[in-house]
């Protein structure tokens, strides 16, 4: 079984740049999370989707941060403009709805400069 | 918002030698789960732990959820070299079944 695809796994990009990361969760899982994890911290829950709507974005700073997952299957989430705060790992996570073990991609490292 | 507490932030050990990693909430906890994160590597599920005082062991590692559901506790007994990696507790307070609330985590080195 293939596992949580992610790209790019690296990215550079200077403050006030917009920048993507792609997902594609482990196939026929319905759930699909967007984490953020800054060095030394847990992942922090960015966004959470049950097919292609959204059960929880309270934590994504949505006047910068957006993401969407159209098709119900892989997703994008999107940082525009960029803020040096805003480096960190990018991880993704997906879980089917019957079960609660999330199995997490390996993550988009990103440095803002 | 919600916060839980995970201590101790490092631990350092001798091969052979105990390790346990302590999370405690405030509130009383849906469930907790636990995941460990090898350095350079993304998380990984060790387990979840629903009722109250639950006790469940994956050869050598030992988790407890407590009798009041606001803390638990991952113990490993004669570490080795392979369990270095940073151990996070992720609980869950009643939301939605996948939200979850990640705490620091404690990183553990094992000299050998």
């Known amino acids: 079984e293939a596992g949580v695809a992610q790209s790019p796994r690296y990215k550079i990009i200077e403050k006030r740049q917009s920048v993507a990361f792609w997902c594609n969760p482990i196939?026929?899982?319905?759930?699909l999370y967007w984490y953020q994890q800054i060095l030394g911290q847990g992942p922090k829950l960015l966004i959470q989707?049950?097919?292609?709507?959204?059960?929880?974005d309270s934590q994504l700073p949505k006047d910068r941060f957006s993401a969407e997952r159209l098709k119900g299957v892989d997703s994008t989430l999107k940082i525009q403009p960029a803020k040096l705060e805003d480096s960190a790992v990018y991880l993704c996570?997906?879980?089917?709805?019957?079960?609660?073990?999330?199995?997490f991609g390996p993550g988009t490292r990103l440095t803002v400069t | 918002g919600q916060q839980v507490m995970q201590i101790p932030q490092y631990q350092h050990v001798q091969e052979g030698e105990d390790f346990t990693t302590y999370c405690n909430s405030s509130?009383?906890?849906?469930?907790i789960q636990w995941y460990k994160q090898r350095p350079g590597g993304h998380p990984v599920f060790l387990i979840q732990?629903?009722?109250?005082?639950e006790v469940k062991k994956q050869k050598r590692l030992t988790f407890q959820f407590g009798e009041a559901k606001k803390n638990s506790s991952l113990h490993i007994t004669a570490t080795q070299t392979t369990d270095v990696g940073t151990y996070f507790c992720?609980?869950?307070?009643?939301?939605?079944?996948?939200?979850?609330?990640f705490g620091k985590g404690t990183k553990l080195s094992v000299k050998p």
């Open positions: 996570a997906s879980s089917s709805i019957q079960g609660y073990e999330q199995y």
């Open positions: 196939s026929g899982h319905a759930t």
């Open positions: 989707f049950q097919n292609n709507g959204v059960v929880d």
């Open positions: 509130t009383t906890l849906s469930n």
């Open positions: 732990l629903v009722k109250s005082g």
């Open positions: 992720a609980v869950n307070y009643g939301g939605s079944q996948g939200n979850l609330i």
